[in-house]
Nanobody, 113 residues
Framework: QVQFVESGGGLVQPGGSLRLSCVAS????????IGWYRQAPGKQREWVAQ???????NYIDSVKGRFTMSRDNAKNTVYLQLNSLEPDDTAAYYC???????WGQGTQVTVSS
């Protein structure tokens, strides 16, 4: 059974940084296309960043230059470094593969002064 456990969220002021982690089990992140998604209150879940198998990550325009996705194959973990955070980044963040599996519990990021 494939599972994702996200962590690293929190409350941060505008301009701050966070590093999110997603530990996968039941699947190897090395050999799959995996991405980060977010869902703000009252909005649909949206794709934020994706690391296609064997390729460099790509990002939605609103986070380019601020967010960086990386992968540690030995730990079967993917990361999302969030810099220069803005209030519009407030959301629950999730990771998942393509095609999507069951969602984890996510990790909440709140950007507020």
């Amino acid at each position: 059974q494939v599972q994702f456990v996200e962590s690293g969220g929190g409350l941060v002021q505008p301009g701050g940084s966070l590093r999110l982690s997603c530990v996968a089990s039941g699947i190897s992140v090395r050999y799959t296309t995996i991405g980060w998604y977010r869902q703000a209150p009252g909005k649909q879940r949206e794709w934020v960043a994706q690391m296609p198998f064997g390729r460099v990550p790509n990002y939605i325009d609103s986070v380019k230059g601020r967010f960086t996705m990386s992968r540690d194959n030995a730990k079967n973990t993917v990361y999302l470094q969030l810099n220069s955070l803005e209030p519009d980044d407030t959301a629950a963040y999730y990771c998942n593969t393509t095609p999507q599996r069951d969602w984890g519990q996510g990790t909440q990021v709140t950007v507020s002064s």
